[in-house]
């Protein structure tokens, strides 16, 4: 899917209408939204509590960690100050929900890893760490710009992961009541379902810089109540859900792929390609400082990391900003970011892919 959209891009043979370029990013978000709810009707806060202090780490360590080896690396590499090492860190250290999340809930559904929790736990961190790196890439780009990096904008990440999480709970317990009470077809729970995502997203727009608030972690934690309120709804919802996947995962990626400047790519030279492995190495050593004092056999450790690693949509969707903002490396983190996708986004989702049967136990 990556590759048809780099094709028919606009970097390419250039098939793709203009009208749908220009609503890509909305598209991209709709597909999210989409994933998103049917991971939150597919993972049990029992599982999440089982799993404990390491799925808070998985949360901010790995992605910590990748920005520091950018810091410490790239400025050796490049002619860039230590500010842009940030800003191009935080732009490559996000992983991907879309590719993770998917792969995640078909590994519940068949059973593998589920009895210590390994796929909730990379699911769950995979959410909240978009939302963590975002909030450092606001902040250190705006010091680039000449504004100010403040200790409250910090406060921010806790912020918005607690009343992301406490909005969505609470509507997913009313609308529990709802459902239970007026009985309607499962096509138009779905329909209410997305259209109270879809202003959930609005919302976090509008309000973030009175309270801070992330709509996608609200969307997931709707769907978490209603598995835990209603659970004989939420495998109907998810089934509905997954039949929705099928069309949004095609506009997710063949988006995504159109957004890459092949050009860039080709021009990028080794420098990009160790830069890549490097920070990679650092994020493997986050998942596994992560996972220390856990009851996880080796190989579910090795499978852990390397299930952590795809990185798409928020590189898609960051990107492009540092060069929008005029920063002097904004092209060179446009083109590590493009690189990115095209290096960890499938070899990411083919060592799942592969790893899961020998790495992972069946319950």
């Not at 996000?94 to 009895?115: C, D, F, H, N, Q």
């Not at 959410?127 to 710009?145: H, P, R, Y």
Request: hydrophobic content about 55%; overall charge positive; proline content about 4%.
């Amino acid at each position: 899917m990556l590759l048809t959209g780099i094709i028919l891009g606009p970097y390419a043979l250039n098939l793709i209408d203009d009208s749908i370029l220009t609503i890509s990013a909305d598209l991209r978000q709709l597909a999210l939204v989409i994933i998103l709810t049917r991971s939150g009707l597919s993972l049990n806060s029992k599982d999440l509590k089982k799993v404990g202090r390491p799925a808070i780490m998985m949360c901010f360590v790995p992605a910590c960690l990748e920005i520091l080896g950018t810091i410490a690396i790239a400025p050796r590499l490049f002619d860039i100050t230590l500010l842009e090492a940030a800003i191009l860190g935080t732009v490559i250290a996000a992983v991907s929900p879309a590719v993770i999340v998917p792969r995640m809930i078909k590994l519940m559904e068949s059973g593998y890893g589920t009895k210590k929790g390994i796929p909730q736990l990379i699911m769950a961190g995979a959410a909240v760490d978009d939302v963590f790196v975002i909030v450092l890439f606001t902040s250190f780009t705006s010091l680039a710009t000449g504004g100010n990096i403040s200790l409250i904008k910090f406060t921010e990440i806790p912020i918005s992961i607690f009343t992301g999480a406490f909005l969505g709970f609470f509507i997913g317990w009313i609308l529990n009541l709802f459902f239970k009470t007026i009985h309607i077809r499962d096509s138009a729970k779905v329909i209410i379902l997305l259209s109270i995502s879809f202003l959930l997203v609005g919302l976090e727009s509008q309000i973030n810089n009175i309270l801070p608030f992330s709509g996608l972690l609200s969307i997931m934690a709707i769907g978490m109540a209603i598995l835990k309120f209603y659970p004989k709804l939420a495998p109907r919802l998810s089934n509905k859900f997954s039949k929705l996947w099928v069309a949004a995962e095609i506009l997710l990626f063949v988006l995504v792929g159109a957004t890459v400047n092949i050009n860039y790519a080709i021009n990028a030279g080794q420098k990009t390609m160790i830069l890549l492995f490097v920070v990679l190495s650092f994020r493997l050593l986050g998942v596994f400082l992560s996972l220390i004092g856990t009851d996880l056999k080796p190989r579910e450790k090795l499978f852990t990391m390397i299930a952590y690693t795809p990185k798409a949509t928020v590189q898609a969707a960051i990107g492009g900003l540092p060069l929008a903002m005029g920063i002097p490396s904004g092209q060179l983190i446009l083109t590590v970011a493009v690189l990115s996708i095209l290096l960890t986004a499938p070899l990411g989702a083919l060592g799942i892919d592969l790893l899961y049967v020998r790495c992972l136990e069946v319950d």
